[in-house]
């Protein structure tokens, strides 16, 4: 695959490291669990929207665009780094907030993503729960027209065509990770919500012929809607590339069972694999995405669903700031242990 035929601006620390999990993966007793360490991409707290920003970026520029607008959650990871990839350039970034999971708190509602958002010095608008997220950017978008400029719209979570190059790209990364130090890799895992990291993934490891099976884990959609949406994009972004291997429906693997309550609204298992990838390797998850992602493979793990001898890549997709707007949730936990 050849990447450079794209525009594409530079902002990840590349390759991110492919680590062992030894005390995770023997507290488990199951397989053996590897991490992908995709929170480490480096723009300001990195993650894994960092990727996929190089190519929208690139795309925003070499279209003359003068103003970014995108859009998510109260505590959008996504929205951070495109508004640090928006200060990179000199752009003017534009955030639309949707109130997705009603908390009222103080820290949820200012501190976490949204103090960063603030100190890179994007400008931020709130939306209620349920907003036409896309329409309110049109909004804003037909507005900045108006006013003389050339706004380029980023789809939330940079989930489109362009965007999941960055995606395919991290799949050869690992590939060439795998094959460089003799792993072979038997299941890729991770949390999928807006689908393009899914879709880059499945899009790189069916054109590289890898025979790695990528299990999405879901945050939001029931799974036969997660489902259609990842496998459309990954064929979206595959027809981009000009890859001739079809992607097939068994390529795209979703399990939506460790959402709870909905998107944003941290569950049990969720606190657990955060205090479980904390203690047992010193990494922090994100209670929105990541913890829900480690929180299903955990459980299929206990569950029986892997065999010992099986070697298994989380990818880890960032978010720990997020932390900062989920304290709550931590409080008193140091006392709660027996
Ligand atoms: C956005 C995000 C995801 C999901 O990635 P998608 O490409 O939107 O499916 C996973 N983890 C974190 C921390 C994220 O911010």
Known sequence: MHFSRFPRRHYAHLPTPLEPLPRLSAALGGPALWIKRDDCTGLA?????TRKLEFLMGDALAQGADCVITQGA????????????????????????????GFTDPDYRDNGNVLMDRVLGATLEERP????????MAEVAARLTAEGRTPYVIPGGGSNR???????????????????????????????????????????????????PVL?????????????????LARATSDYLGARTAIE??????????????????????????????ELEGIFLDPVYSAKGMAGLIDLIRRGHYGADEQIVFLHTGGAQALYGYRR??????????
Not at 129 to 136: E, F, K
Request: glycine share 14%; proline share 3%; aromatic share 4%.
């Open 45 to 49: 707290g990195g993650g894994n929207k």
């Open 74 to 101: 109260t505590q959008s990871n996504h929205v951070r780094q495109a508004a640090a990839a928006c200060a990179r350039e000199g752009l003017p970034c534009h955030l639309l907030l949707e109130d997705r999971t």
């Open 129 to 136: 729960a349920g907003t036409d997220m896309d329409a309110a």
């Open 162 to 212: 362009v965007g999941a190059l960055g995606y395919a790209n991290a799949a050869l990364e690992l590939l060439q990770q795998a094959n460089d130090r003799g792993l072979r890799i038997d299941r890729l895992v991770h949390a999928t919500g807006s689908a393009g990291t899914q879709a880059g993934l499945v899009a790189g490891l069916v054109a590289a012929n890898s025979g790695i």
């Open 216 to 232: 999405g884990v879901g945050v939001r959609a029931p799974a036969p809607v997660q489902h259609a949406k990842v496998l459309e």
């Open 249 to 278: 429906d068994d390529d795209v693997q979703v399990n939506c069972d460790y959402i709870g309550e909905g998107y944003g609204i941290p569950t049990a298992g969720a606190i657990e694999a955060i205090r479980l990838l904390a």
């Open 329 to 338: 949730f931590f409080e008193g936990a140091d006392r709660a242990k027996p």
